[in-house]
């Protein structure tokens, strides 16, 4: 099963769902809104049915919304009609080299919510990111990292995946999503404590104002 056959087969009972945590999504926001301001243009990637778009409306210039799955977009519109917001845009597709919506160093934010750990490969979606942030751009992004946890989900997940029961997910720690953030090109990494758990890590970035040059960038530290 594809994953946007998966998650278009989830959409409605994904869209009856009460947020998980409450108190931190609501925080999550917080967060994100401060970085903020009422021209800003933001991309929601992975935004399921439009719930932080149309939280972030209100306080930016206009948000966009992306998802793979049509089932989740046609929900998302749904709801933005019946609120009646007229600065949030949905575009359904993979966040990839044919998503061509954007002009690079056009967005003055980017947030990926619940989606780095499903992608196939972070690393090109992470320099995409980058490459369509303005200098000085944000990027906000909450990420399951189910390699805190001392649970073999590996298997388990591999075995639900071929039951058509859970979508692509990689066992990712915190350490390795960090490094690779850094190595997109991104500066001023921030965990806020928003009050999630253990296995969800909440970063906030900042795309440099200029590009440093080969030799002056950081190394990082190798992975233990």
Not at 32 to 50: A, E, N, W
Not at 53 to 59: C, H, K, T, Y
Not at 112 to 127: D, F, I
Not at 156 to 178: C, I, N, Q, Y
């Amino acid at each position: 099963m594809s994953d946007a056959r998966f998650w278009n087969k989830a959409a409605e009972r994904y869209a009856r769902q009460p947020v998980a945590n409450p108190e931190a999504f609501e925080r999550k926001i917080e967060v994100t809104l401060s970085r903020m301001t009422p021209q800003s243009v933001v991309l929601d990637i992975g935004c399921g049915t439009g719930s932080l778009a149309l939280r972030l409306a209100p306080s930016a210039g206009h948000v966009h919304g992306l998802d793979v799955s049509t089932e989740m977009i046609r929900i998302a519109r749904r709801k933005t009609s019946d609120a009646r917001v007229d600065n949030v845009s949905f575009h359904v597709g993979a966040f990839d080299d044919s998503f061509a919506v954007f002009d690079e160093a056009s967005l003055d934010g980017i947030c990926a919510y619940s989606l780095l750990h499903l992608l196939e490969n972070r690393q090109a979606a992470l320099a995409r990111i980058h490459r369509l942030l303005k200098p000085g751009g944000f990027f906000v992004a909450s990420t399951v990292c189910l390699g805190e946890s001392r649970l073999p989900f590996a298997p388990l997940l591999w075995l639900m995946r071929r039951l058509g029961m859970a979508p692509k997910v990689s066992v990712l720690d915190k350490r390795t999503h960090e490094i690779e953030v850094a190595k997109a090109g991104f500066v001023d990494l921030v965990q806020p404590d928003v009050g999630v758990k253990p296995t969800i890590m909440f970063l906030t970035a900042t795309k440099p104002l200029t590009t440093p040059c080969r030799d002056e960038q950081p190394d990082m530290a190798p992975l233990p």
